[in-house]
């Protein structure tokens, strides 16, 4: 099979680095971005030594406005073609939406919508001209319902997720594949990062790499969707959360969420 460049944002984190290390394992090389330079750099090594593929960083901040045109342009002034667009980046975070700041939720809005946006409008062009090209939008099982405590993640999430779909539609037919993974909670840094760890969603997180793999795998078919990971909490409240009553849904996310709840 042909190599394949993928390029990953996020890719240190968690899920990130199980897209990485699927990738590079298959033989495939990597563009890993991030916004930590040191970080990128010890994972570029990592996976040159370990799998005998090529692996270039970028290290940039994804809430930044120029952040995908420099990405874009940094892989176009190296020549590097990018076959797979893994928009894997994304943060969530605990509270009322009155109590957090507008930095924290503009810079959410950032990483997870707009920089994802704008690489799909900069990398997409040239995908259809080239009749090739996969995209992977990591969204979330957020995206099927709203989210009281984190209300603009789980917007940000049915935004990706609404888009992504709409994009499978728009470049069929091209030789073009978009794909939207909605996993369920996981073990990564998500939770500590989002101020997580002690709610009821989180008390029985998956590990991330089947549900990487999952999207891995759901991507190289050009499928539209994959739902992956679920606990078993999360499986029956996903399948049951369309019939039940939006002010009564809107209470059980609430309290999901809330700090503390996992001991309840
Ligand atoms: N974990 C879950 O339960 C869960 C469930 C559903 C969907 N997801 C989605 O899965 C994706 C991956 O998250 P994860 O679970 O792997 O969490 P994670 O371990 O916290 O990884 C998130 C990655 O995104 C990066 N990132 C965040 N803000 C950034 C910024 N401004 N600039 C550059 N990089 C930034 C992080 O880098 P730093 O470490 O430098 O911040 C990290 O590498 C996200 O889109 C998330 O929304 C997660």
């Known amino acids: ?20 290390e699927i990738h ?18 010890a994972q570029a090594e990592k996976f040159t030594e370990k799998y005998k593929i090529t692996a270039h960083t970028i290290a940039v901040d994804l809430a930044e406005k120029e952040a995908a045109w420099s990405i874009y342009d940094t892989c176009e002034a190296n020549g590097w073609t990018v076959d797979y667009l893994i928009n894997n980046a994304g943060f969530g975070g605990q509270g009322e939406f009155i109590a957090r700041t507008m930095e924290q939720d503009m810079a959410m ?55 992504s779909e709409a994009l499978w539609r728009e470049v069929k037919d091209t030789g073009v594949t978009v794909t939207c993974l909605m996993p369920g909670a996981m073990q990564t840094g998500f939770a500590q990062a989002g101020g997580l760890s002690d709610t009821k969603l989180f008390a029985n997180a998956v590990s991330p790499l089947e549900v990487a793999q999952a999207g891995y795998d759901a991507m190289l078919q050009g ?28 209470d059980n996310v609430y309290k999901l969420q809330e700090r503390g709840s996992a001991d309840n």
């Open 24 to 41: 590079a394992k298959a033989g495939g090389d990597l563009i890993l971005v991030g916004r930590d330079p040191k970080k990128l750099v």
């Open 109 to 163: 809005i950032a990483v997870n919508i707009e920089t994802p946006t704008r690489l799909a409008k900069l990398f997409l062009p040239d995908f259809v001209k080239r009749g090739s090209g996969k995209v992977l939008n990591v969204s979330s099982t957020a995206a099927a319902m709203p989210g009281p405590l984190q209300a603009v993640y789980y917007a940000t999430k049915a935004y990706l997720t609404s888009w």
């Open 1 to 20: 099979m042909e190599k394949k460049t993928a390029l990953i944002t996020g890719a240190y984190g968690g899920l990130g680095q199980c897209f990485a």
């Open 223 to 250: 499928e539209l969707e994959v739902i992956a990971g679920l606990n078993a909490l999360q499986k029956p409240f996903m399948n049951l959360s369309p019939m039940i009553p939006k002010k009564l849904l809107l």
